[in-house]
């Protein structure tokens, strides 16, 4: 088992930042690949980034390249989500999810294989 605790969330204007944290505990946290969901109200959840477990292999939703930077301590069992430029339609539910094992872009773009989930975290997007 892997229990993951997110923060950070909170309420933003338009083109400001967050930075999301997720701690990991309860199993080897460099065993596993990590990712970051969103499901905004009435919308299906998505995979906005995720990582391997090394941190060499990464994974983004193309509306989020280039403002969006996954990153991982191992050391500290924590994974982060730094959101810069955020407009108000990603106003959503963040979720930190887990899968054991790691691999390729496409292997971390697999959604169905993540099987650990944090509560999640509210980001708000005023415009």
């Known amino acids: 088992q892997v229990q993951l605790v997110e923060s950070g969330g909170g309420l933003v204007q338009a083109g400001g930042s967050l930075r999301l944290s997720c701690a990991a505990s309860?199993?080897?946290?460099?065993?596993?690949?990590m990712g970051w969901f969103r499901q905004a109200p009435g919308k299906e959840r998505e995979l906005a980034a995720a990582?391997?477990?090394?941190?060499?292999?990464?994974y983004y939703l193309d509306s989020v390249k280039g403002r969006f930077t996954i990153s991982r301590d191992n050391a500290k069992n924590t994974v982060y989500l730094q959101m810069n430029s955020l407009k108000p339609e990603e106003t959503a539910v963040y979720y930190c999810a887990a899968k054991r094992g790691s691999g390729s872009e496409y292997y971390l773009s697999r959604t169905y294989e993540y099987g650990y989930w944090g509560q999640g975290t509210q980001v708000t997007v005023s415009s």
């Open positions: 990582i391997s477990w090394s941190g060499d292999n990464t």
């Open positions: 309860g199993r080897t946290f460099s065993n596993y690949a």
